[in-house]
């Protein structure tokens, strides 16, 4: 049984810095996507960024630049380093393993003066 458990949000002000991780059981973690995902009120989950299991990444347009997404395969654990926060990135953060129904808890992240 796959379970994600996240971990690192918080409350935060503009241009402020979090980082989130994501730690993974249940799973060969080295050969699956992971990705990070939001769910702002009233709108839709959307993707954040994706690494696959060799480290190559990508990102949604709107956190390009600013947040960085990496893994220790190790660890079993993806992390999210989010920089430069904006009130929009306000958002319950979920990991997912790729291609699955296998979601984490979520970790709620408020940036706000």
């Known amino acids: 049984q796959v379970q994600l458990v996240e971990s690192g949000g918080g409350l935060v002000q503009p241009g402020g810095s979090l980082r989130l991780s994501c730690e993974a059981s249940g799973i060969i973690f080295s050969i699956n996507v992971m990705g990070w995902y939001r769910q702002a009120p009233r709108k839709q989950r959307e993707s954040v960024a994706r690494i696959t299991g060799r480290g190559i990444t990508t990102y949604a347009d709107s956190v390009k630049g600013r947040f960085t997404i990496s893994r220790d395969n190790a660890k079993n654990t993806v992390y999210l380093e989010m920089n430069s926060l904006k009130p929009e990135d306000t958002a319950v953060y979920y990991c997912?393993?790729?291609?699955?129904?296998?979601w984490g808890q979520g970790t709620q992240v408020t940036v706000s003066s």
């Open positions: 997912n393993v790729v291609g699955t129904d296998s």
